[in-house]
Nanobody, 124 residues
Framework: QVQLVESGGGSVQAGGSLRLSCAASGYTYSSYYMGWFRQAPGKEREGVAA???????TYRDSVKGRFTIPVTNAKDTLYLQMDSLKPDDTAMYYC??????????????????WGQGTQVTVSS
């Protein structure tokens, strides 16, 4: 079965960096686009970044220039490099699997498998 397991969260001060990882299993990783989402307490889950097998990427405006999805040779693993972190970035971060056809979407309705999340806390 499809499994997504996030790791790499933690507590950092504003301006710091973290790299999140998402280990995927149970399906052909390269066939689907993948995304990162986050949810802060009392807020809805929002899309942060997404990538497809061709390397096309899209980012939420508030993280552009600070967050990137590194394209690596690591098989079945999705990353999110987060730099210049701000307190507003504090949230539970989730990776998710989308469909076959790249839509450049950060809409959670376009993703159908989710990990359990990893907490990111940024202090001022």
């Amino acid at each position: 079965q499809v499994q997504l397991v996030e790791s790499g969260g933690g507590s950092v001060q504003a301006g710091g960096s973290l790299r999140l990882s998402c280990a995927a299993s149970g399906y052909t990783y390269s066939s689907y686009y993948m995304g990162w989402f986050r949810q802060a307490p009392g807020k809805e889950r929002e899309g942060v970044a997404a990538i497809d097998s061709a390397g096309r990427q899209t980012y939420r405006d508030s993280v552009k220039g600070r967050f990137t999805i590194p394209v690596t040779n690591a098989k079945d693993t999705l990353y999110l490099q987060m730099d210049s972190l701000k307190p507003d970035d504090t949230a539970m971060y989730y990776c998710a699997r989308g469909g076959f056809c790249w839509q450049g979407s950060l809409d959670r309705d376009d993703y159908n498998y989710w990990g359990q999340g990893t907490q990111v806390t940024v202090s001022s």
